[in-house]
């Protein structure tokens, strides 16, 4: 199954020879050697191999979050932006899988403020509660979610108005016009103001 995976999900990342394991000839010239993907399909590769994968990591978890968690951090901020009309919350719930299982980590959170009611939500973020195994003091992740609560400003809900499915349009429309880029760019920073605003006061 592995290795199916491996095989699959190699149209998310791309191959390059590392950046100081090539000589000046080898910069004007591209092919990726079987044995990098048997090596990956082994897991044996790693950073003093001299082929890469460079991967946006969704096919692990999609926040982007289970490194930082390796490292212990005591403040993991995370901005989602996935598509999730719904708010089924189905990349948390995919990093706090992973980092049970994989890490041996516990993150504890409360969602209810974020759920739909009438197509909006009570919050846009919330903050929750890092236990890392044989580690007394405890982390915090600062989750902040692409929402809609009623308190944005006219550019963001005309976008709304005219576009029902704003903030969650799919992700595969790369192309955005300018009324488009406007409306996410100024709902995240409303977003991560408002967050820190509350959390300031909440201290």
Request: proline share 2%; glycine share 8%.
């Amino acid at each position: 199954m592995a290795d199916r995976l491996i095989i699959a999900k190699q149209v998310e990342g791309v191959w390059k020879r590392h950046w100081n394991r090539r000589s000046f000839g080898e910069l004007f010239r591209w092919q990726v050697p079987a044995r990098a993907l048997l090596w990956e399909m082994l897991g044996w590769l790693d950073e003093r191999k001299r082929w890469v994968n460079l991967s946006d990591g969704g096919h692990i978890e999609n926040l982007g979050a289970i490194e930082l968690l390796r490292r212990n951090c005591k403040y993991v901020i995370i901005g989602d932006g996935e598509a999730d009309p719904a708010h089924g919350f189905n990349g948390l719930a995919t990093l706090i899988r992973t980092a049970r299982l994989d890490l041996g980590v516990r993150i504890d959170v409360d969602t209810t403020k974020l759920r739909l009611d009438s197509g909006a939500c009570a919050e846009h973020w919330l903050l929750g509660r890092i236990n890392y195994p044989n580690q007394a003091e405890a982390g915090y992740l600062l989750y902040l979610k692409s929402s809609i609560t009623g308190d944005e400003d006219e550019v963001i809900r005309e976008y709304r108005h005219a576009h029902p499915a704003f903030p969650h349009e799919s992700t595969a429309d790369q192309m955005f016009d300018e009324a488009q880029f406007e409306a996410y760019r100024s709902l995240g920073q409303h977003i991560a103001e408002h967050a820190i605003v509350r959390s300031e006061v909440a201290e």
